[in-house]
C-alpha cells in the first residue's frame, strides 16, 4: 500500500520560503516519478513541479525560478523549496506518486498540507 505524507506548511509572508517534504512507503519509489499539486479554494488541483527517476525536471511556469523540486531516494523522500513566495500560491499542497506496474498506471496522492501567504 503506497503512502504519501506531506508535512512543512504554513503561514509566511509574502517574499518568505518554506520547504515541503512529503515521505513516501509502499512502492519501489526510486523508479517512480514524484510531483507537487496544488489547489487554491475554488480553482481546480494544478502542477506545481515533478521529478522523474532520472532526476529530470518540470516546473509550471507560475513558480520557475522561484520553486525547486527535488528528490532522496535512499530515503523515499520528495521536497518542494519554495521561495520569493507570493499571496497567489496560497493552496493545499499534494504530494503525488505516479508510478507504472505490469503496464498500468497508477497514481497516489498524499494528504495535503497547507500553504498561506499574507501580503
Known amino acids: 500500500q503506497v503512502q504519501l505524507v506531506e508535512s512543512g506548511g504554513g503561514l509566511v509572508q509574502a517574499g518568505g520560503s518554506l520547504r515541503l517534504s512529503c515521505a513516501a512507503s509502499?512502492?519501489?519509489?526510486?523508479?517512480?516519478?514524484m510531483g507537487w499539486y496544488r489547489q487554491a479554494t475554488g480553482k481546480q488541483r494544478e502542477l506545481v513541479a515533478t521529478?522523474?527517476?532520472?532526476?529530470?525536471?518540470n516546473y509550471a511556469d507560475a513558480v520557475k525560478g522561484r520553486f525547486t523540486i527535488s528528490r532522496d531516494n535512499a530515503k523515499k523522500m520528495v521536497y518542494l523549496q519554495m521561495n520569493s513566495l507570493k499571496p497567489e500560491d496560497t493552496a493545499v499542497y499534494y504530494c503525488?506518486?505516479?508510478?507504472?506496474?505490469?503496464?498500468?498506471?497508477?497514481?497516489?496522492w498524499g494528504q495535503g498540507t497547507q500553504v498561506t501567504v499574507s501580503s
Open positions: 509502499g512502492s519501489i519509489f526510486s523508479i517512480d516519478a
Open positions: 503525488n506518486e505516479n508510478l507504472w506496474r505490469y503496464g498500468l498506471n497508477y497514481d497516489y
Open positions: 521529478i522523474k527517476s532520472d532526476g529530470s525536471t
